[in-house]
């Protein structure tokens, strides 16, 4: 009978324990020291160092109640859901997850490899910094995922149970109120907006009827496609990244749904770094942020037909180029309206991005106004947006003097 | 610790016993009689009837492999998912499905409303009879029971819980076989067409490419679209029908798929009868049978914007006029599509109906090739088939003398 036969939140002391009686390389250290180290609006992320050896690791627990709020009650399983999601991408993808050492479900938590030396991607763009490898890697990342748990790859019973798994309610939830719904109607009056362009959004996010149209047809791909094992929170705030290498972590949002969902929020977040390059004059920083831009879609679409025609096992998949060309033209349209979507809910939603909010007032204004409007440039005009220069000829049509 | 406490499969004495200690209205009959009349592919179905008082029940027990074949394993699970989506449309529409009096998980059966005055509506439009109340019915059934289980009704996470609960990998398997896939690849080698239209097949359903990639299209949406929970199989002999009434009966491919299935198979199967009176001169009901299409599709839109008026919950569908009318026509797009697929499918594959395979060989071969016209020009034309006028349209643009 151990003490972890039966849940309850750790504290440090409890964490060393854990450690020591679960993680086989900690088995004997004398000297663990455990931080929290958690700031995320969830859970709690334990970093486990044995003082001698150097050695550490991370544990991650759910509590049954956020911990930003005792009470905003939320299932567990949220981190069985994460965890098996890691495990499965570093099936493919060994290189670009943390390696994942044990998952309890007793305690709802998960042991992960310290990635001590990694920056929260959106941290270092914020100091502009280039990482020259990223377009490579999150275009690997999202090809080698995502196409392999949709119908083209999987068969499509084992599919429906990989379904059924990763059904995830209440995480989906936070999703359609956040960005597919708030910045659109504001009915829990909880939007940010600067004052100086509450006219703006009133007109251009809230009365939009046309705009609300096209916003509803995302939302309800949101709801009802069942394509691909997604992410579902694939934000610069969900990668760890040095100089040569990335780590995609936190999928806790996963469930089956647009493959653009993902695709889109990597356009979205890098958008926002693109604003911030531009606000704050930049120049090295933003032609390196379009290119990437360009690169992640291009090579993205690259990548992604050639795991379809080394892996594709249905029919029409296997038979029919038309078929592929257009189920990539399809991702690419959904991207890109899934991109306006998340930069929309940046910005007048209740999760802000420090790249726009940190700007000095003026700049921060001039900012969100910016924003909004690639934004619903991105939704309205998805259907056009097929290669990375037509995402980057949207920025470059509406860069703005910040001086 | 009754018999009954460990599945077995039952034949009549047992059935018998089972009726009267499960059955509170057979509790005392002495005069009990049972007799297997199930028909289908895959389940045992039993009348019990008490002679003395005349009063009657069905069961139907699902075994571990289908009826027609030893080698056709298929989990009994599906009885589950008949009885739940009955009774779910019961709680709709109680006037159109039958009574369900009970669901045994051990015994894998359920008890349900004898129908034995009704007659399946496949046959009976095989005799020509006309039913004037049938586009009524059946448009109703479909708007009350299909558009509460989408997410513009139904709370998400209640929606997701019952997308999971009718996860029904093998008998989508058929589909996805049946329907979607052996009509145009032929890969089995077993579909039946008659040799005068060999070589017409070959071009109109082997080799269209054009053809192929919208067919492609369709089978995405029905392995991926978790729009609405469909009957999942509603072709005109799982509908059981009087002058007055009309029930439809056999769920058991009940999911989450795009509604436009549902409303497909019912278009489908009523041009299978116009065919059919075409080929057999009988101009009223070819005229019914139009009236019917056009009814069917016309009345099931009012319906729609009649539930979607009163009980939509979601925030877009609620305030967006546009959105209501958009995902409606993308509704009657999916639907002329997925009634050109069931067209083809019954035509050439292995499941063929007997309004076509019945009629005389001359007739039949020509039948089959008009079938196949109209099933193409359903699929292909499908955006532009928006009112049952569009529908009935098809029909006559293709019309044949058969003398």
């Not at 050639?306 to 959904?334: G, H, N, P």
């Given at each position: 009978m151990?003490?972890f036969s039966?849940?309850?939140?750790?504290?440090t002391?409890?964490?060393?324990?854990y450690?020591?009686?679960n993680i086989?390389?900690?088995?004997?250290a004398?000297?663990l020291?455990?931080t929290?180290i958690?700031?995320?609006?969830?859970?709690?992320v334990?970093?486990v160092?044995?003082?001698d050896?150097?050695?550490?690791v991370i544990?991650?627990?759910?509590?049954h109640?956020?911990?930003?709020?005792?009470?905003f009650?939320?299932?567990?399983?949220?981190?069985r859901?994460e965890t098996?999601a890691l495990q499965?991408?570093a099936?493919?993808t060994?290189e670009?997850?943390?390696?994942i050492y044990?998952?309890?479900?007793?305690?709802?938590?998960?042991?992960?490899?310290?990635?001590?030396d990694?920056t929260?991607?959106?941290?270092?763009l914020?100091?502009h910094r280039?990482?020259?490898h990223f377009?490579?890697?999150?275009s690997t990342y999202m090809a080698e995922?995502?196409?392999p748990s949709?119908d083209v790859?999987m068969?499509h019973k084992?599919k429906?149970?990989?379904v059924k798994n990763f059904i995830?309610?209440?995480?989906c939830?936070?999703?359609?109120?956040?960005?597919?719904t708030?910045p659109?109607?504001n009915?829990?009056?909880r939007?940010?907006?600067?004052?100086?362009?509450a006219?703006f959004?009133?007109?251009?996010l809230?009365d939009?009827k046309p705009?609300?149209l096209e916003v509803a047809?995302?939302?309800?791909?949101f709801l009802?496609?069942?394509?691909?094992?997604l992410?579902?929170?694939?934000?610069?705030g969900?990668?760890f990244?040095t100089?040569?290498?990335?780590k995609?972590?936190?999928?806790?949002f996963?469930?089956?749904?647009?493959i653009?969902y993902d695709v889109g929020n990597?356009?979205?977040?890098?958008s926002f770094?693109?604003v911030?390059?531009?606000a704050?004059?930049q120049?090295?920083?933003?032609?390196?942020?379009?290119d990437?831009?360009?690169?992640?879609?291009?090579l993205?679409?690259?990548k992604f037909?050639?795991v379809?025609k080394r892996?594709?096992?249905?029919l029409f998949?296997?038979?029919s180029?038309?078929?592929?060309?257009?189920?990539?033209?399809d991702?690419l349209?959904?991207?890109?309206?899934?991109a306006?979507?998340?930069m929309?809910r940046r910005?007048v939603?209740?999760?802000?991005?420090?790249?726009?909010t940190?700007?000095?007032h003026?700049?921060?204004v001039q900012a969100?106004k910016?924003?909004?409007q690639?934004?619903?440039?991105?939704i309205l005009?998805?259907?056009?947006?097929?290669?990375?220069?037509d995402f980057?000829r949207?920025?470059?049509?509406?860069?703005?003097?910040?001086?």
């Amino acid at each position: 009978m151990t003490l972890f036969s039966t849940y309850f939140l750790m504290d440090t002391e409890e964490i060393k324990s854990y450690v020591k009686e679960n993680i086989s390389f900690m088995r004997d250290a004398t000297q663990l020291e455990a931080t929290e180290i958690g700031d995320g609006n969830l859970n709690y992320v334990f970093r486990v160092k044995d003082m001698d050896s150097g050695k550490s690791v991370i544990i991650k627990q759910a509590g049954h109640t956020a911990r930003i709020s005792e009470d905003f009650k939320l299932s567990t399983d949220r981190i069985r859901i994460e965890t098996r999601a890691l495990q499965l991408a570093a099936e493919r993808t060994p290189e670009l997850v943390p390696e994942i050492y044990l998952f309890d479900e007793v305690m709802s938590c998960c042991a992960m490899e310290d990635l001590g030396d990694f920056t929260i991607m959106r941290a270092a763009l914020m100091e502009h910094r280039i990482f020259p490898h990223f377009a490579e890697h999150i275009s690997t990342y999202m090809a080698e995922n995502l196409l392999p748990s949709t119908d083209v790859v999987m068969e499509h019973k084992v599919k429906k149970a990989t379904v059924k798994n990763f059904i995830n309610p209440e995480l989906c939830e936070i999703s359609e109120d956040l960005v597919f719904t708030e910045p659109y109607f504001n009915q829990n009056n909880r939007n940010i907006v600067q004052s100086e362009n509450a006219q703006f959004v009133q007109e251009q996010l809230y009365d939009n009827k046309p705009l609300h149209l096209e916003v509803a047809k995302l939302k309800y791909l949101f709801l009802t496609k069942a394509q691909s094992l997604l992410h579902g929170d694939l934000h610069t705030g969900s990668i760890f990244i040095t100089e040569n290498e990335t780590k995609v972590i936190d999928p806790e949002f996963a469930f089956y749904g647009p493959i653009g969902y993902d695709v889109g929020n990597v356009i979205a977040n890098l958008s926002f770094s693109w604003v911030n390059g531009q606000a704050q004059q930049q120049d090295e920083f933003t032609r390196w942020i379009e290119d990437t831009i360009r690169d992640t879609i291009d090579l993205f679409g690259a990548k992604f037909k050639e795991v379809w025609k080394r892996e594709a096992l249905e029919l029409f998949a296997v038979k029919s180029d038309a078929f592929m060309d257009f189920y990539l033209q399809d991702i690419l349209s959904d991207s890109a309206g899934m991109a306006g979507l998340e930069m929309n809910r940046r910005i007048v939603g209740l999760a802000q991005v420090k790249d726009i909010t940190e700007l000095e007032h003026t700049k921060h204004v001039q900012a969100e106004k910016l924003c909004i409007q690639i934004a619903n440039r991105f939704i309205l005009e998805r259907d056009t947006l097929q290669t990375g220069e037509d995402f980057v000829r949207v920025l470059h049509d509406l860069k703005e003097d910040f001086s």
